[in-house]
């Protein structure tokens, strides 16, 4: 038997030989990481989300419940253990492969968004190239959903065709927009879009992207934005788009007025209707702000909804 009995006076020489030696570092300090992409089974459907960008935002109370009194904003996200002074914004598209056409839904920041879009190397990683894409469905305008339309003037999906509601793009290709604030939206537009008109079917609420996938009216944040309700094979998911643009904010009080909503009063009725029918259906939802992967359900509480976060539903 060895015996591992150390001495006083051998401990104390090892602890002077320990002092005397070289000291190594730590490993290096590597910062937050997130993942960039989550792939979930809906019915014969595959559905993939993409973290474009992610963000931070200074003072949120002055985007949601602009009409409030901040420090009333500032305390929802203190119970909810938020930042009060940073808010993290996320945008996330979404790829739906139904065996037949593979459909991205919006396209990111590209170069004319809150801050440079990664879309490609997204969808790369996630194992897409942006040839395979079949067809680009963009919820609204904003340049957040249509600045990777475009890269250096060219298209980036290059064999695809295009679908959008006919009154968002009405409205942010007139030239009635000059000259108020939505000149710089109608000018983007201008550039990205109207060039890609001719491969474009304009579709109303109600309307059919593809077999299982329908256009939903929820006008308010733009004049035309929709979302997208999807089923297959008896499962449901509700694609929502920007009805809401903060997982605590927006859907604790959807009555709260948002900085972003063209329309505020409109915007806060569709947000009610549209978290209404998802959380009384049961049904998971992805929204285009949510944390990523931007998954989640609702159920009512109070004023208005509470967000759960999609776990591995949709795995099995």
Not at 61 to 85: A, M, S
Not at 114 to 130: F, I, N, T, W
């Amino acid at each position: 038997m060895i015996d591992t009995t150390l001495t006083r006076r051998a401990a104390l020489a090892l602890g002077g030989a320990a002092l005397a030696a070289p000291a190594f570092a730590g490993a290096p300090l590597l910062g937050p990481s997130r993942p960039f992409h989550r792939r979930v089974q809906l019915g014969e459907f595959e559905v993939t989300t993409l973290l474009d960008v992610a963000t931070p935002v200074p003072d949120p109370h002055t985007i949601f419940g602009t009409e409030q009194d901040p420090e009333t904003v500032k305390e929802l996200l203190r119970q909810n253990n938020l930042p009060t002074g940073t808010a993290e914004f996320t945008f996330a598209p979404t790829l739906v492969n139904t065996g037949e056409e593979l459909i991205l839904f919006d396209t990111g920041n590209g170069d004319s968004g809150m801050a440079p879009g990664q879309l490609v190397s997204r969808m790369m990683e996630a194992g897409y190239g942006p040839d395979q894409v079949d067809v680009v469905v963009l919820t609204h305008m904003h340049p957040d959903h249509i600045g990777g339309l475009t890269d250096a003037g060219s298209p980036v999906f290059t064999n695809a065709r295009y679908v959008t509601g006919q009154t968002e793009y009405d409205f942010w290709n007139s030239p009635d927009r000059m000259g108020t604030p939505a000149e710089g939206t109608h000018q983007l537009v201008q550039q990205k879009m109207r060039p890609l008109a001719d491969q474009t079917t304009f579709i109303a609420p109600g309307d059919a992207v593809a077999s299982g996938i329908e256009a939903v009216e929820a006008f308010g944040h733009t004049p035309g934005h929709m979302a997208y309700h999807i089923e297959s094979a008896g499962q449901r998911l509700m694609l929502i788009a920007d009805v809401a643009n903060h997982f605590v904010l927006s859907m604790e009080r959807p009555d709260w007025e948002v900085r972003f909503d063209a329309d505020k009063a409109a915007a806060a009725a569709t947000r009610r209707k549209v978290l209404g029918m998802i959380a009384a259906d049961g049904i998971p939802f992805i929204g285009y702000h949510m944390p990523f992967p931007a998954m989640g359900y609702l159920e009512e509480n109070g004023e208005g909804f509470a967000f759960e976060a999609m776990s591995y539903q949709l795995n099995l």
